[in-house]
């Protein structure tokens, strides 16, 4: 009879290695000494093999890509891939993920791995870990969550543990590009991954063979170095990068070399170009510059130039770009390359120009930095003068005069600081008129029409060098009537729908913590008594607006909605037990035109409340009520609270003779049981 065995070998090396020889053995039974005495040979045989390989190591690819979760960007790794390695394949494991950010993953964006066909849903933490010792292809594709397209990275970090089994081949420099006669002087160095490598070990020099620069420096298993400083000009370096790993060195590497090219005037802090031999403006370009600014204030990777003025004790240096075609950034100090006193550090308004006065009592070194955001670089234009004066400082504002009644305001300078001057004179571009103090005031010029553009030019009177002026100043409309909450318009007392407008409102700053940028607001209010439901409508804009509905008074405010739903009806019944006075406020991120209207139901029932009319509306002579129940009484109020009119009444429908009535607005207060309801109508 046969009996099958099965033996499993299990060899553990350096705590890591796991290695499983499976055989299947078909024995009888008078064979199996025989047999179990040829695999003891073989067991011998294997850890001898097995004891002449390297510990075991790892060896890191990252892959990532970048794109719009909106368009489902997709990051896709194949088995071929997997390639850092060489000798004896243990695992292969995700060691770390990025898809998005943590916190935006499932609410902004959603994220789908497909892992040799099977698909599920992860998040990057789901990722880490996981096991591809197996797999053919994964692919993790994003899809957008929110409606709003964000530009995420995909990025995974797969590591490979192997067993070395020779020592790795050699590799390839990358940057520098290899007998380059131009290269960069960032002196930053990269290669190509060598399978099977732990590490690498570089030397520099200036000769071949020479280490001088860095001599056999071990990086352990990086591909990248950065050479401290910068590289000389017109100078030949050569590399030579030894891979290795616990079986020992690469052998027969090749040594690379490159030469560095001249010096980009400007490119550099030590070779700054001098504004003080150029005239205002210039024009030039970052395009070819080196990364080399790293101020405190700007964090970015983008190319830059230098630029430098001696300004002397006493003077004025204004400086500042007039033109250009990207996203600049700019670091302006004095001092030298590398003790820096920061005047300024900004990304935006591009073109904002910076007035610095040098009274430090020595004559400065003030460099310019022409940066720019991120990895922003392009053309612009620069224009810079030093003034042997300082000038006044003063601040520009219009003030309205609106509440006088006219469409109209003026223009005031508020002098704080006349500089080196002992006078200086005020001019008004618009009248041409003009105002001369010798000393620190306030001056007021005007008044000037609504829409004009007014521009107050503050001149030193010693030194016309020394003059400053104020943006154009205006105002485009006077505020509406209902600008503020005390003012706000009684919906009662106007046609609907309400067609309104926020230019020239003010911004009250209403409903803080609801409105997340509340800007120009107008308000509107109506009474709403005891069991009444209201209904405000947003019914037209041509602006992104906001809406905060509240009730109670400017002071006590209780919320009902606070909303930017654009043309969401506020639907609100007062179970308050009081008459409450509710009001709209039309708020947003801009002013322009809009209409709202509303209107008021009897009692609290949704089918009551649809039955109850009122009609025709407008009406000429005869106003027809009709409810579900019987009307008890109908009184008629002008818009002054005025009674004009009033009938008992017993009946579900009824008709009110209004032909005595002036063409005008009325309320209509309509009585049913201990339900109540006041109607707007236009009597035609």
């Known amino acids: 009879m046969l009996t099958d065995y099965k033996l499993i070998l299990n060899i553990k090396i350096s705590g890591k290695i796991n290695f499983v020889f499976e055989r299947q053995l078909k024995l009888t039974k008078n064979k199996l000494k025989k047999k179990q005495t040829k695999m003891r040979k073989i067991t011998l045989l294997l850890l001898l093999l097995f004891c002449s390989f390297g510990k075991a190591q790892e060896c890191e690819q990252v892959f990532s890509i970048r794109g719009l979760d909106a368009f489902g960007v997709t990051l896709t790794v194949n088995r071929t891939n997997i390639n850092c390695y060489s000798g004896i394949l243990n695992s292969i494991t995700i060691a770390d993920a990025k898809l998005g950010s943590d916190s935006g993953c499932g609410d902004y964006y959603s994220f789908s791995l497909n892992l040799d066909g099977e698909i599920s849903s992860v998040c990057a933490e789901d990722l880490i870990g996981l096991d591809l010792m197996d797999f053919t292809t994964l692919s993790i594709t994003a899809a957008d969550e929110d409606d709003d397209p964000e530009n995420i990275d995909l990025r995974l970090n797969i590591v490979s543990d192997f067993t070395a089994t020779s020592v790795p081949n050699c590799t390839q420099l990358v940057s520098p590009i290899p007998n380059t006669t131009s290269a960069a002087v960032d002196g ?43 590289l000389n000009e017109n100078t030949t370096y050569y590399v030579k990068i030894i891979p290795y790993n616990d079986l020992g060195d690469a052998t027969a590497c090749s040594e690379f070399s490159f030469s560095t090219g001249s010096y980009v005037l400007g490119d550099f802090c030590f070779n700054a170009i001098n504004l003080g031999l ?105 224009a810079w003068s030093v003034k042997n004066c300082v000038n006044p400082v003063a601040s520009f504002s219009t003030v309205s005069l609106c509440s006088g009644g006219t469409d109209e305001f ?70 509406p009537v209902n600008d503020t909450c005390a003012t706000a318009i009684d919906l009662y007392s106007v046609s609907l729908p309400v067609i309104g407008t926020t230019d020239g409102a003010t911004d009250e700053i ?58 969401t009806t506020v639907v609100w019944t007062n179970l308050t037990g009081e008459d409450q006075t509710v009001y709209w406020v039309q708020d947003g991120y801009e002013g322009a035109p809009f209409t709202i209207s509303f209107q008021t139901s009897l009692g609290v029932n949704d089918h009551a409340k649809n039955s109850f009319k009122a009609y025709p509306n407008p009406v000429k002579d005869v106003l027809h009520l009709s409810y579900t129940q019987a009307i008890s009484s109908v009184t008629i109020f002008n818009l002054l609270g005025q009674k004009m009119l009033e009938q008992k009444i017993d009946t579900n429908e009824t008709s009110i003779d209004l032909s005595a009535l002036a063409a005008g607005h009325y309320l209509a207060n309509v009585t049913s049981g201990d339900q109540n309801a006041t109607v707007k109508i236009i009597k035609e």
Not at 204 to 230: C, H, P, Q
Not at 300 to 312: G, Q, S, T
Not at 466 to 477: A, D, G
């Open 188 to 230: 930053i160095l990269t290669w190509l991954q060598s399978p099977g490598s732990s590490g690498y070990r570089l030397s520099v020099g200036t000769t071949s063979n020479g280490a001088e620069i860095i001599n056999s420096e071990d990086l352990g298993n990086v591909r990248t170095y950065d050479i401290e400083g910068f």
């Open 278 to 382: 150029l005239t205002s403006p210039i024009s030039s370009r970052t395009d070819f510059a080196n990364n080399n600014s790293s101020p405190e204030c700007l964090n970015n990777l983008a190319r830059d130039l230098y630029y430098f003025i001696d300004v002397p004790n006493g003077s004025t240096l204004t400086i500042g770009q007039e033109f250009n075609d990207y996203d600049s950034a700019n670091y302006v100090f004095y001092g030298d390359c590398t003790t820096q006193t920061t005047i300024a550090c900004f990304d935006d308004p591009d073109y904002d120009s910076i007035n610095w006065v040098n009274d430090t009592g020595a004559v400065q070194r003030v460099y310019w930095v022409q940066d720019g955001l991120n990895q922003e670089f392009g053309n612009f234009r620069l």
């Open 410 to 479: 003026n223009a005031t300078a508020t002098i704080s600081s006349l500089g080196s001057a002992t006078s200086v004179t005020i001019t008004d571009s618009f009248l041409g008129t003009t105002q001369t103090i010798t000393e620190a005031q306030t001056v007021t010029f005007g008044p000037y029409p609504n829409t004009i553009e007014v521009v107050l030019i503050v001149t030193n009177d010693q030194n016309e060098l020394c003059s400053i002026s104020s943006e154009p100043l205006t105002q485009e409309n006077c505020p």
């Open 510 to 567: 209403f409903a803080e913590g609801c409105l997340f940028n509340p800007v120009k607001d107008v308000f509107y209010k109506v009474l709403v008594e005891s069991g009444v439901t209201i209904e405000l409508e947003h019914t037209s804009e041509d602006y992104n607006p906001f809406n905060y509905v509240f009730y109670g008074d400017c002071d006590n405010q209780t919320l009902i909605a606070c909303q930017e739903n654009d043309f």
